[in-house]
């Protein structure tokens, strides 16, 4: 009798512990934040954006990253879904640009708006939630340009390179040498004038 009541008390305490690890599991996993979907679309990468990154409007948490996919409506476009606290002054002059969390690598998403913040709401997109535009960030324009301007530094180089050739050192080694007589020339008459 004392062994079935033993493990009656065993039973007993395994359940309880996991109705407890249920409910501290699911008390954790909430989420009732009260949350705007938008939407922002792109034809450029979106490398190191993660679901569940952070939205930032002007540097403050304001959001995450719910989910990446491709438009259904503009083929090879990426979309990108965010939720955001409806305190979040986002309005139509209202911008995302994709910002690099450090040397992670990471992205997260950063809302700013053009010449102040707009109180007039985004209309809804053609998928449904609103779409912001999404603006490529400097440090990805400069990674678009860079092949531009290696070939504008080889350029420059090859100028250069012509203006300190060998033939053009000697002539600007004589045209010296041509002002340095014609100083002593005129030198020498201010000297016999006198």
Do not use: C
Request: hydrophobic share 45%; proline share 7%.
């Amino acid at each position: 009798m004392e062994n079935k009541a033993h493990a009656l008390a065993a039973g007993a305490f395994v359940l309880a512990v996991a109705a407890l690890l249920i409910g501290l599991a699911m008390w954790l996993l909430r989420d009732e934040v009260n949350t705007v979907a938008y939407e922002m679309v792109s034809s450029d990468a979106v490398s190191g954006l993660q679901p569940q990154a952070a939205v930032r409007y002007k540097g403050v948490a304001v959001g995450k990253v719910t989910d990446i996919d491709f438009d259904p409506t503009r083929r090879g476009d990426v979309r990108v879904r965010i939720a955001v606290s409806p305190d979040a002054p986002v309005g139509r002059s209202t911008f995302a640009t994709l910002a690099f969390q450090g040397v992670t690598g990471l992205s997260f998403v950063q809302l700013d708006d053009e010449g102040g913040a707009s109180a007039e709401p985004l209309p809804p997109g053609p998928n449904g939630p609103p779409r912001i535009p999404l603006k490529p960030n400097p440090l990805g324009q400069l990674t678009d340009m860079a092949g531009e301007l290696a070939e504008k530094v080889g350029q420059i180089t090859d100028r250069v390179n012509r203006v300190l050739s060998d033939e053009n050192q000697a002539a600007f080694s004589a045209a010296l040498k041509d002002v340095g007589a014609a100083a002593r020339s005129t030198q020498q008459l201010a000297h016999t004038t006198e």
